[in-house]
């Protein structure tokens, strides 16, 4: 009697086929949306309530107190601020009883990583860039599951797109902006980076600035070295209270006094990736104005034999100095 009951008001009753209880296929996916959308935005109230870099510390004190995925675009033996940065943090971590996992691009995946206390991800970097995005975005997607942060230096819009469904608390690490960095490699601008910031641009570099405003805005807390970097971020649109300034440092006990190849009376030296949005060319002539000075440049990148070719345009000497143990020995004046 109730089935009859149900089944002649069926009709008149979004999603059920005449005379029966069963769900149309149509209900039965929306219900599933909901569903999952309900199981998400809880996961994202949860989140919120907790505080980003405060430790999470489990019951057994055998199991580490936060496991960390830190996302990074180069790691060793790429040359770069994140390749020295990332290996030194993630081996800190380890020492004070955290686990970390490393996700990085490469241009080759058979380097031997077991010497690390933690475990590197390498992804193809030369692989078609839309697939290599999907694949960065899976293996985030994958490896942030179990974590409990994510620590971004790099390969920003990938991890924002794969802690979209994470959910997890995301810190990011910026110590630039990669739009402007981007549209100088390509070519597209040849303005500083603080005129970048002011000017209007052409309908890609403004969807870069774009792009990179909206991965900013999607964190919990930034980490910038300095002031200046600071009110840049600002500026993009993310609260003062998300900044955080932390200062880059050294360790003291492994300086080394080094000499510096000039004999001119005053010696200039520089350190960084030589690559074009550096424009180590302003700083070429530059020091060309100034009267018994010298350069030093210790890096390497793909700048290097464009600089190299500028040495013979300027009347004082510039020095350049590959890093790495081998390549110390290895000056040319």
């Given at each position: 009697m109730r089935r009859r009951c149900l089944g002649s008001a069926a009709p008149n009753v979004p999603g059920y086929a005449a005379g029966s209880l069963r769900w149309s296929d149509a209900q039965r996916r929306q219900t599933g949306r909901v569903r999952r959308?309900?199981?998400?935005?809880?996961?994202?109230?949860?989140?919120?309530?907790?505080?980003?870099?405060?430790?999470?510390?489990?019951?057994?004190?055998?199991?580490?107190?936060?496991?960390?995925?830190?996302?990074?675009?180069?790691?060793?033996?790429?040359?770069?601020?994140?390749?020295?940065?990332?290996?030194?943090?993630?081996?800190?971590?380890?020492?004070?009883?955290?686990?970390?996992?490393?996700?990085?691009?490469?241009?080759?995946?058979?380097?031997?990583?077991?010497?690390?206390?933690?475990?590197?991800?390498?992804?193809?970097?030369?692989?078609?860039?839309?697939?290599?995005?999907?694949?960065?975005?899976?293996?985030?997607?994958?490896?942030?599951?179990?974590?409990?942060?994510l620590y971004v230096n790099g390969l920003y819009l990938e991890a924002v797109v794969a802690n979209f469904f994470l959910c997890k608390p995301l810190v990011q690490k910026i110590v630039g902006d990669w739009a402007w960095e981007r549209a100088t490699n390509k070519g597209w601008v040849k303005d500083t980076f603080e005129e970048f910031q002011k000017r209007g641009y052409g309908l890609k570099v403004e969807f870069l600035k774009s792009l990179r405003s909206f991965c900013v805005r999607r964190t919990d807390a930034v980490i910038v070295p300095s002031q200046y970097l600071a009110s840049a971020v600002t500026h993009w649109g993310v609260p003062d209270t998300k900044t955080i300034v932390v200062y880059n440092a050294v360790e003291l006990p492994s300086l080394a006094c080094s000499?510096?190849?000039?004999?001119?009376?005053?010696?200039?030296?520089?350190?960084?990736?030589?690559?074009?949005?550096?424009?180590?060319?302003?700083?070429?002539?530059?020091?060309?104005?100034?009267?018994?000075?010298?350069?030093?440049?210790?890096?390497?990148?793909?700048?290097?034999?464009?600089?190299?070719?500028?040495?013979?345009?300027?009347?004082?000497?510039?020095?350049?100095?590959?890093?790495?143990?081998?390549?110390?020995?290895?000056?040319?004046?």
């Open positions: 959308y309900q199981r998400r935005s809880s996961r994202c109230r949860s989140q919120e309530q907790r505080p980003v870099l405060e430790p999470v510390v489990k019951d057994d004190d055998n199991r580490p107190q936060l496991d960390v995925l830190i996302v990074t675009g180069i790691f060793p033996p790429d040359i770069g601020g994140p390749a020295t940065y990332v290996p030194e943090i993630s081996s800190e971590l380890v020492k004070r009883g955290h686990k970390v996992t490393v996700v990085t691009l490469s241009d080759r995946l058979d380097h031997n990583d077991r010497s690390y206390s933690f475990r590197v991800h390498r992804i193809q970097r030369s692989l078609f860039k839309p697939l290599r995005v999907l694949i960065t975005v899976m293996r985030i997607f994958r490896e942030g599951r179990h974590a409990q942060v000499t510096i190849p000039l004999s001119t009376r005053f010696k200039i030296v520089t350190v960084g990736r030589l690559v074009p949005w550096k424009q180590l060319d302003h700083l070429i002539e530059a020091v060309n104005e100034c009267e018994d000075a010298g350069l030093v440049i210790v890096g390497d990148g793909p700048e290097r034999g464009r600089l190299e070719a500028l040495r013979g345009s300027v009347n004082w000497p510039i020095g350049f100095i590959l890093p790495g143990k081998e390549a110390k020995r290895r000056r040319l004046l």
